[in-house]
């Protein structure tokens, strides 16, 4: 017959059980992660002169959502360089 504490105690232990330590990752010397350039409209606004229809950006620079529909809303180009 269960005592008071002994059912939390049989629930926490088949809790516990999946749960077990996880082993130590390997180590291995980490890559410094990679910096890319997020444009957003404000940037590409105050960057493009009156009367551009062609915006250059690196290969791999992220372009907001935002930016994307003001760019298509003017009608101007985007070329990603090539590296």
């Given at each position: 017959?269960?005592?008071?504490?002994?059912?939390?105690?049989?629930?926490?232990?088949?809790?516990?059980?999946?749960?077990?330590?996880?082993?130590?990752?390997?180590?291995?010397?980490?890559?410094?992660?990679?910096?890319?350039?997020?444009?957003?409209?404000?940037?590409?606004k105050k960057a493009l002169t009156q009367g551009?229809?062609?915006?250059?950006?690196p290969k791999d620079a992220i372009v907001s959502?935002?930016a994307q529909d003001w760019l298509a809303l003017?009608?101007?180009?985007?070329?990603?360089?090539?590296?």
């Amino acid at each position: 017959m269960f005592k008071e504490g002994d059912l939390a105690d049989v629930f926490l232990r088949h809790l516990r059980a999946p749960f077990a330590p996880a082993k130590a990752p390997e180590t291995r010397a980490a890559k410094p992660p990679r910096r890319r350039i997020f444009l957003t409209e404000h940037e590409i606004k105050k960057a493009l002169t009156q009367g551009t229809s062609r915006l250059t950006i690196p290969k791999d620079a992220i372009v907001s959502p935002l930016a994307q529909d003001w760019l298509a809303l003017k009608g101007i180009a985007v070329h990603r360089l090539e590296e």
